[in-house]
């Protein structure tokens, strides 16, 4: 049974930085790619960053690229975003995933999912 943890979300101001991890429990996690996704209050979930099994490619949405940035630790089975620059729209729970099979930047291609952290941004 895959599980994926996140951790790090909080209550921040607007131009604040927070950083998000997610662990996950397979033995192997260096041959997926994982991502995040987010869900803000009445809406849908959305694609937010995803990177590749070796941590090679990165993919963002428009709304965070030159804000955020995807690394990975395969030592430590662990994705990290680095958020920098929050804006009070960037408030939502943070969804970190596990990719399968599909286009990265839709929530049907990810196979296993955490429970999320929120990240409250304040104005």
């Known amino acids: 049974q895959v599980q994926l943890v996140e951790s790090g979300g909080g209550l921040v101001q607007a131009g604040d930085s927070l950083r998000l991890s997610c662990v996950a429990s397979l033995r192997t996690f260096s041959g997926y790619g994982l991502g995040w996704f987010r869900q803000a209050p009445g809406k849908e979930r959305e694609f937010v960053s995803a990177i590749s099994w070796d941590g090679g490619s990165t993919y963002f949405a428009d709304s965070v690229k030159g804000r955020f940035a995807i690394s990975r630790d395969n030592a430590k089975n662990t994705v990290y975003l680095q958020m920098n620059s929050l804006k009070p729209e960037d408030t939502a729970v943070y969804y970190c995933?596990?990719?399968?099979?599909?286009?990265?930047?839709?929530?049907?291609?990810?196979?296993?999912w955490g429970q999320g952290t929120q990240v409250t941004v304040s104005s």
């Open positions: 995933a596990l990719f399968t099979d599909g286009s990265v930047d839709r929530s049907e291609s990810y196979g296993y």
